[in-house]
């Protein structure tokens, strides 16, 4: 038996919700193929579009499937073929990805012993082989869609929140590699109380603004003054983007999970090209290469 898997990228933070909130980007993705095989083995048989590790201890996909082939006591085999299409390091959610849609295909031939709520820890296997910590806050939305939150990692507890229809992304990515680990490592292990109140001031009025579909509420909430000062050092001309997505009528902007892309909320599908097109414009004025997507949240 063999599936074929689109696997989605993902915005992880939000702004306001690091490590704890994420969502699924309806057009961009990775393609996978999963056959089971004869041998007792996982094995990552190619990858096409990045150079990663083929051993499956070293890849994402192989220590995901195999902490979900542990949990239900298989020596089942499977192949996996990965179509990279979502760089590494591009911070919009590369490894989780390859992590989600391999236990997700594993999962199905295997009869469905796993909701799709339930693959979440196995996925968070192949994070954590990744940036050395087992988010969530991409592995969640790819696996459940839409926005998630992490309400809890011990125990773990994730909920799905509904999508306002109009809320298009758009995602910039300058061509530069930031990894998970690096970008985790210049964040300061303390807050004020003073950043603290007003960061879940915003988490809770973003979840209000996405069950009300309240657009306004959810532009001012897309704040983060703990983060995102510190990593956007790391991204080419990030506070004139961000202007500049604003005064084009983003909703909101910020880092797309640890950079360097960057994200802009946007209502409806003219903002997001007005939108997408002044970041373009402005960019290749600065001669910077990168990749722009625009999408549905799904
Ligand atoms: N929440 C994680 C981080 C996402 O910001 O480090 C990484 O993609």
């Known amino acids: 038996?063999?599936?074929?898997?689109?696997?989605?990228?993902?915005?992880?933070?939000?702004?306001?919700?690091?490590d704890v909130l994420g969502c699924c980007l309806d057009n961009v993705g990775d393609e996978m193929t999963i056959r089971q095989n004869d041998l007792n083995q996982v094995r990552i048989t190619k990858i096409t579009g990045q150079d990663l590790p083929l051993e499956a201890d070293k890849n994402v996909?192989?220590?995901?499937?195999?902490?979900?082939?542990?949990a239900v006591g298989s020596l089942k085999g499977f192949d996996i073929e990965?179509?990279?299409?979502?760089?590494?390091?591009?911070?919009i959610g590369s490894s989780a990805a390859s992590a989600a849609g391999a236990v997700f295909g594993v999962n199905k031939i295997l009869g469905d012993p796993f909701s799709n709520m339930e693959l979440i820890p196995?996925?968070?296997?192949?994070?954590?082989?990744?940036s050395g910590n087992a988010h969530a806050d991409n592995v969640a939305p790819a696996l459940l869609g839409g926005f998630s939150l992490v309400r809890s990692y011990e125990p773990l507890?994730?909920?799905?929140?509904?999508?306002?229809?109009?809320?298009?992304?758009?995602?910039?990515h300058p061509l530069i590699e930031i990894k998970t680990k690096d970008s985790r490592s210049i964040l300061r292990q303390s807050v004020s109380l003073k950043k603290?109140?007003?960061?879940?001031?915003?988490?809770?009025?973003?979840v209000s603004a996405l069950y009300?579909?309240?657009?306004?509420?959810?532009?001012?909430?897309?704040?983060?003054?703990?983060?995102?000062?510190?990593?956007?050092?790391?991204?080419?001309?990030?506070?004139?983007?961000?202007?500049?997505a604003v005064e084009n009528g983003a909703l909101g902007f910020g880092i797309s999970g640890s950079g360097p892309s960057v994200y802009g909320m946007?209502?409806?599908?003219?903002?997001?090209?007005?939108?997408?097109?002044?970041?373009r414009d402005f960019y290749k004025s600065k001669d910077i290469d990168f990749e722009l997507h625009l999408s549905e949240i799904n």
């Open 1 to 18: 038996e063999q599936i074929k898997i689109f696997s989605p990228a993902t915005v992880a933070n939000l702004s306001c919700g690091f």
């Open 61 to 70: 996909a192989g220590v995901a499937v195999k902490a979900l082939l542990a």
């Open 82 to 91: 990965i179509d990279k299409k979502i760089k590494a390091g591009s911070g």
């Open 122 to 130: 196995f996925a968070m296997e192949g994070e954590r082989l990744a």
């Open 157 to 172: 507890e994730v909920l799905k929140l509904p999508t306002p229809e109009e809320l298009r992304v758009v995602v910039l």
């Open 196 to 206: 603290a109140i007003s960061q879940w001031g915003n988490l809770g009025a973003l």
């Open 212 to 244: 009300t579909e309240n657009y306004g509420l959810l532009g001012r909430s897309l704040q983060d003054n703990i983060v995102e000062p510190v990593r956007s050092i790391l991204i080419p001309y990030f506070d004139e983007l961000k202007k500049i």
């Open 266 to 279: 946007c209502r409806g599908d003219k903002n997001a090209e007005k939108v997408r097109t002044a970041i």
